[in-house]
């Protein structure tokens, strides 16, 4: 695919000065828009710039550093910026998630007096040859800031032109019909807060379920204007990896943990007015940080994994 083969309006640029057109991260509100700039540097080599916010309206945390899912925000953003400007691929076609991981440590970006400024290196593989139809690509991803790594991403994804897209998702395909169902469902209750690690109930999407704990009821509040940006016909895979940050949170109480990494498979897509289940297992032995989760719709698995978690840092540590 030649350097030159890119998305009107969206030609290479290596400033912070304004984010990158919302339509080429499939964002409706420029607000949510985190990459600001992109550059090949190789035959399958990127560079991607973004600037995360000091207060996010919903990836923040409570001991003053950066949420870490800003980071794998920034990712999601990433796949459809690379595929629409670095491989051409047209508006209309719809990236589906397969695998998805990432790690950082405790010890994560403290926010600071101005918005942070990240350079991510990409490496792709899995790309389109010469001549072919773009059909998805798997990433490698180094996320910096002022020259320190402060995460890795590893993802795998598929494109599909909308008419595949409809075929593939039959009767379920329409986004409006969809969010319209999944508005007639009630929402069930919100765990606290603090079990799930936020502070607001608007914030948590998990319920108690049955039995007032595990397995918990995935809460799919079409009202979010971060997790719902824009009508989705299944539920966003970046719901139900909060979700299982959520989980793996409400877990390992009473210890006050951060999230440092998540390895998920994504294996079905989940229906947005159907009971949703998210199940959190215990540690495989005594002070290990890494719970398995397992994400199902209708007795079937929908998302399997582990979210890994590390006691939180002191305020005051750097």
């Not at 309206?57 to 800003?70: A, E, I, K, N, S």
């Not at 798997?138 to 494109?159: C, F, P």
């Not at 469902?185 to 690690?197: D, E």
């Not at 998990?206 to 799919?220: D, E, F, I, K, T």
Request: glycine share 8%.
């Amino acid at each position: 695919m030649p350097a030159t083969t890119v998305v009107p309006g969206l030609s290479q640029n290596s400033t912070y000065s304004q984010a990158v057109e919302r339509a080429v991260v499939h964002k409706s509100a420029v607000s949510e828009v985190l990459p600001t700039g992109w550059r090949r540097t190789g035959e399958a080599d990127f560079e991607v710039w973004a600037q995360w916010p000091r207060d996010h309206g919903y990836w923040r945390t409570r001991d003053g550093r950066q949420d870490p899912m800003l980071m794998v925000e920034t990712a999601r953003q990433i796949l459809p910026l690379l595929s629409h400007a670095a491989y051409g691929m047209p508006h209309g076609h719809q990236l589906v998630w397969k695998t998805f991981s990432f790690e950082t440590s405790a010890h994560f970006l403290r926010v600071t007096d101005r918005p942070a400024e990240i350079t991510v290196r990409i490496a792709a593989a899995q790309g389109p040859k010469a001549g072919s139809r773009f059909r998805g690509a798997a990433l490698e991803m180094v996320v910096e800031h002022e020259g320190e790594i402060v995460g890795t991403v590893s993802t795998v994804y598929t494109a599909h032109p909308a008419e595949i897209y409809r075929r593939l998702r039959g009767p379920s395909a329409s986004p409006e019909e969809a969010m319209s169902r999944a508005r007639a469902v009630p929402l069930p209750p919100a765990l606290s807060p603090a079990s799930a690690g936020r502070e607001l109930a608007r914030e948590v999407v998990l319920s108690p379920g049955l039995a007032g704990s595990g397995p918990w009821q995935l809460r799919v509040d079409t009202t979010s204007p971060w997790l719902f940006d824009h009508p989705v016909d299944h539920a966003p895979g970046m719901l139900l990896m909060e979700a299982a940050r959520q989980g793996a949170h409400a877990a390992a109480l009473p210890r006050e943990t951060v999230l440092t990494g998540i390895d998920v498979t994504f294996i079905r897509y989940v229906e947005l007015d159907k009971p949703c289940w998210i199940e959190i297992a215990a540690p495989v032995a005594e002070g290990c940080d890494t719970f398995r989760v397992s994400v199902s719709q209708d007795g079937q698995e929908a998302l399997s994994g582990t979210v890994r978690v590390a006691d939180a840092p002191d305020a005051s540590a750097s």
